[in-house]
């Protein structure tokens, strides 16, 4: 059935009921500037770049902020538009102090490429009426509030995208704050993670980075996009380079798993990279210590010593471990020169501590050893049940996704010895005993089965050994689970009959499960 219709600059176009105006324009290929909206965020019709003209309005629409209707006639490129775009880019510039020359957002400012679009060298208000020093109380971050334009982007970056909820929305009329700090958003520490998201927000020169002032402008820099390479998110990210060396870093917009999102080790933990610290020669010690040695040198000692091994006692004397950092080709390389040139099985990783349960037990389960779920999914679950996993430390990014999901409204249950950031967001924390992980699950089974509230047409059609799971779950009733975990009887079979009742749920684990010695 055809959806609802507009008309967008003289076309007739279909919408879905709940898109804004920006969002038809953008997706029938219309462009509309923007500089105070954040994809996914709420809209604050702030900046008033985005208006345009609807027959019948009594003034321009912020298209941003007004939801598409039934046979709307929409205009995005008239003189009136122009007009009030044009206002609204004199009115910020006027708002503070927009220095291109020093400033270091030059080439990538949205102000200042909006000035240019709309013809706007100078504007016709009087300068900014408060003085604004520049915030230099961040290891990572300059905040210069001359520049902000009070979009409130880096506001919902935080509260919306990132949910650190370390920058209160600073409404309220400007007498009200503190001296000297305008009505500008102040940041909490306390709550602050550093991410940076903020940062990457900011469609200005309002916020920018520490670490990359002036080493180089943005047509100076080379984008080079890779992959995190801390946690096993896997995100996306550009690397600004210059001469060779990484400037800065910032996520890839709307490229999965991330979604434009990083933590502060994926945004600002590059130095290893350039560090005066690494080996950049082989070393050999000698008589209790190192001196440095060619490649070939190296190799050749390392070769020798594994060929006498060998001769010795056989490949089995040998064996490698190679390291969860290192890329999948190293990975098979090293298996290669194990298995195939040196003839010995013995190679090994050291996810065999973390990862290697989760391997076998979803193998074993599913038949591949890999997440059963895509970061995408998140959206969709309507519970989530956390358990062993610290994920705001541990997998940032991914928990973002589980925090978004709890504003739109899905139930967290997180069950955990510790009360880690994600109880803020939890409607129920089953403080469990450090290791009664299996004990805790055997009495939520025992009760989804002896309820009957388990899905027995996937039971019957997709599972074996039901039977058995069954007689060894049945040992286990919520009364006995209760007293090897510490948690409540009551609170075992209310979570499992929410966990039942509340579908599509999603279960996450991590280390806090799978490090343990039943952690398959
Ligand atoms: Fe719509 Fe700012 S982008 S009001």
Request: a negative charge; charged letters at 20%; glycine letters at 8%.
């Amino acid at each position: 059935m055809a959806g609802p219709k507009l008309t967008l600059n003289g076309n007739e176009v279909e919408f879905t009921p709940g898109e804004t105006i920006l969002q038809v324009a953008e997706r029938n290929g219309v462009k509309i500037p923007t500089l105070c909206y954040l994809k996914g965020c709420t809209p604050t019709g702030a900046c008033r770049m985005c208006l345009v003209e609807v027959k019948g309005a009594r003034t321009l629409v912020a298209s941003c902020a007004m939801p598409a209707g039934e046979g709307m006639e929409i205009q995005t490129d008239t003189e009136k538009v122009h007009t009030a775009r044009r206002l609204a880019v004199e009115l910020l510039l006027a708002s503070g102090e927009h220095n291109c020359l020093v400033c270091e957002a030059n080439g990538e400012c949205k102000l200042q490429a909006l000035a240019y679009e709309y013809g706007v060298d100078a504007s016709r208000f009087p300068g900014p009426l408060h003085p604004a020093p520049l915030i230099d109380d961040n290891p990572l971050i300059l905040r210069d509030p001359s520049k902000c334009i009070l979009c409130g982007r880096c506001v919902q970056a935080c509260n919306e995208v990132q949910v650190n909820r370390a920058i209160p929305a600073p409404w309220g009329p400007r007498k009200d704050q503190e001296p000297d700090q305008g009505w500008y958003p102040l940041v909490d520490y306390d709550q602050c993670t550093h991410c940076g998201q903020c940062v990457q927000a900011c469609p200005v020169g309002a916020l920018t980075e520490k670490k990359a002032m002036g080493l180089g402008r943005s047509w100076e820099t080379e984008k080079v996009r890779t992959t995190c390479p801390y946690c096993g998110v896997g995100c996306q990210l550009w690397l600004h380079v210059k001469d060779n060396r990484i400037i800065k870093v910032t996520a890839v917009e709307e490229a999965q798993p991330n979604r434009g999102r990083l933590c502060v080790k994926g945004r600002f933990g590059y130095d290893f990279v350039h560090s005066p610290e690494r080996l950049t020669t082989p070393l050999i010690k000698e008589n209790g210590e190192f001196r440095e040695a060619s490649w070939d040198e190296a190799l050749d000692l390392v070769a020798a010593k594994f060929k006498a091994i060998i001769a010795e006692s056989g490949p089995d004397a040998l064996a490698g471990v190679s390291c969860a950092r290192s890329t999948n080709e190293d990975s098979y390389n090293m298996q290669k020169l194990f298995r195939a040139a040196l003839g010995t099985n013995n190679i090994d990783h050291c996810a065999r501590v973390c990862h290697a349960p989760t391997v076998a037990g979803l193998a074993r389960s599913f038949g591949s050893g890999a997440m059963t779920n895509s970061f995408a999914d998140f959206d969709q679950a309507k519970m989530f049940f956390v358990i062993g996993s610290n994920m705001t430390e541990a997998h940032p990014v991914a928990a973002t996704f589980v925090k978004n999901a709890v504003l739109k409204g899905a139930d967290l249950i997180l069950a955990d010895p510790r009360a880690t950031a994600l109880k803020e967001f939890a409607s129920t924390h089953m403080q469990l005993k450090v290791g009664s992980d299996v004990a805790l699950i055997n009495g939520m089974m025992h009760v989804l089965i002896s309820e009957g509230l388990y899905d027995k047409p996937y039971v019957d059609s997709c599972t074996t050994g039901f039977d058995q799971l069954k007689a060894k779950v049945m040992e286990y009733p919520p009364e006995r689970a209760a007293e090897s975990t510490g948690v409540p009887a009551e609170m075992i079979v209310e979570v499992a009959r929410r966990l039942a009742a509340n579908k599509p749920a999603m279960l996450i684990y991590t280390l806090g499960i799978t490090e343990h010695t039943c952690g398959v």
